[in-house]
């Protein structure tokens, strides 16, 4: 697919990230104005809320709400007939002016009411790579890792918007005697995608993959900010807790799965046959480019396309005990690590369990230190454009003794 021209002339760069081809969406507001929905073209927002208030479009009244849940809610076949609205009345030759604000005068707002969160361990290469340096490599990868998805149940109400501040944690470490009580002393990022989930399940019933990729709405950018320290003292037997509850920032723009359909991709090679309620029968991956900076030096890089299991996968498994999914929910990805260390997606692996200090900015590091800025980027290419997610960023303050 070639870019489609808009009568928005920011949007028809090559290097723009909200072409006519994404239209990616969220929650804004402007000063003095209540949070309602808009939509992403070049430099500007489309003000759905305002759209629908015209007669120009009509989600049932949906985008005056301050989150994208009960446009969700319509179901796909509304998600593609206003999409495909949306993209007549943005069109070069239309005709049609739309009532726009400049994204330098919007504030963005956290675009879904989170439901719940799970996040899960997909990257073979990050699984390989954190094992080796708690295990060793003869045991690195637990014996069920190739048989299904791994995830772990998170907290949605620390869910945060790109932009919103993260502190540090105070938590229990492992002392010599003993637990300390201490500020965090690894603080760490994960690179993710984060899936969000656009219909209900029922209980006790399962989800095939294929009706799990129809229930997916859209991406977003997502930092499973993780205190590596708390983690090792608390995460047996139950997994991490309190390491990975202190905040989870995602984008503010919602990619549609409908812009990332041309850019499909195979993921990482099979170890092994999967059961057959996790088979596919296209591939659920995408040939996106990914990646993370830190104080704007980029640090890593890698592909969506090492993945090992899709989000339709794991959405399947997490029906398979015939747990309900609910509008609203977030689905993480995992770490999104390459087979290198430039591609690593976590400081835990770049600096091989804080042994190897990186480079930053001229200046030897391990894991996060106050004041550090993260930012997650991810693009694909198509023929003259380029499908962007927009930022995913979060500064550090101190921790509160």
């Known amino acids: 697919m070639a870019l489609l021209r808009s009568w928005v002339e920011s949007a028809n760069g090559a290097d723009c990230p909200f072409p006519l081809n994404n239209l990616p969406y969220g929650v804004f507001s ?51 007939r206003v999409r495909a609205r949306l993209t007549e009345l943005l ?22 009411r989170v439901t ?24 690195a990868l637990p014996p069920q890792w190739t048989h299904m998805p791994i995830g772990y149940n998170g907290r949605a109400s620390s869910v945060v918007v790109s932009g919103t501040p993260i502190r540090r944690p105070m938590g229990q470490i492992r002392g010599e005697a003993g637990p300390d009580w201490a500020p965090c002393r690894r603080l760490d990022l994960e690179l993710e995608l984060g899936a969000i989930v656009g219909a209900d399940s029922t209980m006790g019933e399962r989800v095939s993959v294929e ?44 990619v549609t799965q409908a812009a990332l359909e041309p850019f499909r991709s195979p993921g990482a090679e099979r170890v092994n046959p999967l059961l057959p309620y996790l088979q596919e029968a296209r591939p659920g991956f995408y040939d996106l480019q990914v990646g993370w900076t830190m104080n704007g030096q980029v640090m890593g890089r890698t592909n969506y396309n090492v993945m090992y299991y ?12 015939g747990c309900p999914l609910r509008v609203g929910d977030l689905l993480g990805s995992g770490t999104i690590s390459g087979p290198t260390r430039d591609a690593t997606g976590a400081l835990l692996e770049m600096t091989e369990g804080g042994k190897t200090p990186v480079m930053v900015n001229g200046a030897p590091r391990t894991f996060i230190e106050d004041g550090d800025e993260i930012d997650l980027f991810a693009h694909a290419r198509g023929d003259g454009y380029c499908i ?11 921790a509160k003794p």
């Open 30 to 80: 402007t000063t003095g104005t209540a949070p309602r929905c808009g939509a992403a073209i070049g430099d500007m927002i489309v003000d759905l809320a305002a759209c629908e208030a015209l007669g120009l479009l009509d989600a049932g009244g949906t985008f005056s709400q301050p989150q994208l849940n009960g446009f969700m809610a319509l179901g796909r076949a509304e998600w593609d």
């Open 91 to 112: 069109a070069e030759n239309s005709g049609t002016q739309l009532p726009l604000v400049p994204m330098a005068k919007a504030q963005m707002h956290l675009p879904i």
């Open 211 to 254: 009706k799990a990729e129809a229930m997916i709405f859209g991406y977003v950018l997502l930092n499973d900010w993780s205190a590596r320290d708390i983690q090792a003292w608390e995460y047996q037997p139950l997994g991490p807790f309190q390491a990975k509850a202190l905040g989870t920032t995602i984008g503010a723009w919602v």
């Open 388 to 398: 962007g997610f927009g930022p995913c960023t979060g500064k550090i303050l101190p």
């Open 310 to 321: 899709s989000s339709a996968q794991q959405l399947a498994h997490h029906s398979s005990s």
């Open 116 to 139: 719940g969160f799970t996040d899960f361990y997909a990257s073979k290469n990050h699984a390989f790579n954190v094992g080796v340096l708690f295990r060793g490599p003869e045991n």
